[in-house]
């Protein structure tokens, strides 16, 4: 499974340590974003590297971070065929993947910790889609994005 994964200046630090933690569960990793938490950079420009590696068929799932995890998300979530969930527990983290297919996972570096961050990674990456009635709903938000997205 490839994972790919970007941040802005506010998520650089964390994106260090999510990326180690992959990599030591061997995942491979596209690595994007912020080259440092000192020089300013974009969370749309992050948002659209890890949605572009996704849609491209480069990365399966991906990880997107910035201060709050708001605006990375809701610039994931402009993009049809990604569903990006802002997480901000490892609960929220499982229930994405089983019940709303998500293949972005986004959250904040100045809002969870380094523990809480690696367990959402751990509960997204680990969990299945359950299917069965959630696949009509998901369904659904792709008719959503055939008629409001060009
Ligand atoms: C950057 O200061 C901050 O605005 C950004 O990381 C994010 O929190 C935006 O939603």
């Known amino acids: 499974m490839k994972i790919s994964i970007a941040s802005d200046h506010a998520g650089y630090e964390l994106r260090q340590i999510v990326i180690g933690h992959l990599k030591d569960l061997d995942y491979e990793v596209i690595d994007g974003g912020a ?6 950079y974009s969370y749309v420009e992050a948002g659209k590297k890890v949605c572009k590696d996704i849609l491209d068929g480069e990365a399966n799932k991906g990880i997107a971070i910035c201060g709050t995890g708001i605006g990375i998300s809701m ?17 929220m983290a ?8 998500a293949n972005v996972l986004s959250f904040g570096a100045r809002v969870v910790g380094q523990a809480l961050a690696l367990a959402m990674v751990d509960a997204f ?19 959503l994005e055939q008629e409001n997205f060009k």
Not at 75 to 91: D, M, S, T
Not at 94 to 101: A, G, I, S, V
Not at 128 to 137: K, L, P, S
Request: net charge neutral.
């Open 35 to 40: 080259l440092s938490s000192s020089e300013p």
């Open 75 to 91: 610039v994931c979530n402009k993009h049809k065929g990604i569903r990006c969930a802002l997480c901000n527990n490892e609960y």
């Open 94 to 101: 499982r229930m994405c993947r089983q019940h709303n297919d």
């Open 125 to 143: 990456l680990d969990e299945d889609f359950t299917g069965g009635r959630h696949a009509v709903r998901v369904g659904d938000i792709g008719v």
